[in-house]
């Protein structure tokens, strides 16, 4: 038979037994067990000898995890141009010029030790503030005169690549395709945000159509 046990409350959150019997809260109500099984009027509660197990017992308390999903654009532009497919392709492989042509483009630089890594900053007033991310990408292996291809490595998650398709011996068509992922800044306008970057790569190829054409027609050394 189970003896006798004398329980003190010392205050509200302090509560002590003799004998060694243990309280338990369960929905707001005390029990108390003796290590096997614990009753509260009617209900017993069965509690294993050598394992302790903290549960809860508000199934209100759980709420399942809602991963927060980015949302992903694709842009994919292009434009015929009147130079060789060649001197397209040897124009746009020179990165630290893209911000000549490309209206949102602040600067990219690559890295003196790691040629294939290079730092682009962006930097474009649109939607009633000033918009500024940088990032890092690789220079994918590029196919002469067929595509040029990046992914970034840090900052804005983004990707992209430039097409060349040669339609004669002195012209060519480039496709620019730009992938990335909705900033959070961003997000409230996202359903504008494509249809107005389209607009600026459509514009980044037109200056480059002029780039292209005037290195084309200008002798080495003058650029």
């Known amino acids: 038979m189970m003896s006798a046990t004398a329980i003190f409350v010392s205050s509200p959150n302090s509560l002590s037994s003799r004998r060694g019997d243990r309280l338990f809260l369960v929905d707001d109500r005390l029990l108390l067990g003796s290590g096997s099984s614990s009753v509260i009027g009617q209900s017993v509660v069965k509690y294993p000898r050598k394992h302790r197990t903290r549960t809860s017992t508000s199934a209100s308390t759980f709420k399942p995890f809602s991963p927060v999903v980015m949302e992903w654009q694709d842009c994919t532009v292009k434009m015929d141009l009147d130079v060789p497919v060649s001197v397209a392709y040897n124009c746009y492989s020179d990165r630290e010029a893209i911000p000549r042509w490309m209206p949102f483009i602040s ?10 890594l290079s730092r682009w900053s962006l930097k474009y007033k649109a939607f009633g503030r000033d918009i500024e991310f940088s990032w890092l990408a690789r220079n994918m292996q590029p196919i002469p005169n067929q595509k040029i291809h ?74």
Do not use: M
């Not at 600067?107 to 294939?116: A, G, I, N, T």
């Not at 459509?202 to 084309?216: D, N, T, V, Y």
């Open 107 to 116: 600067s990219v630089q690559s890295l003196e030790d790691k040629p294939d």
């Open 150 to 223: 990046w992914r970034s490595l840090d900052g804005l998650p983004n990707r992209g690549a430039v097409r060349f398709f040669p339609k004669g011996p002195s012209s060519c068509t480039v496709e620019l395709t730009v992938s990335y992922e909705v900033p959070q800044l961003l997000v409230p306008v996202a359903s504008a945000l494509q249809p107005f970057l389209e607009s600026l790569l459509i514009r980044g190829l037109e200056r480059f159509a002029k780039f292209a054409k005037s290195s084309h027609t200008t002798r080495p050394g003058d650029l």
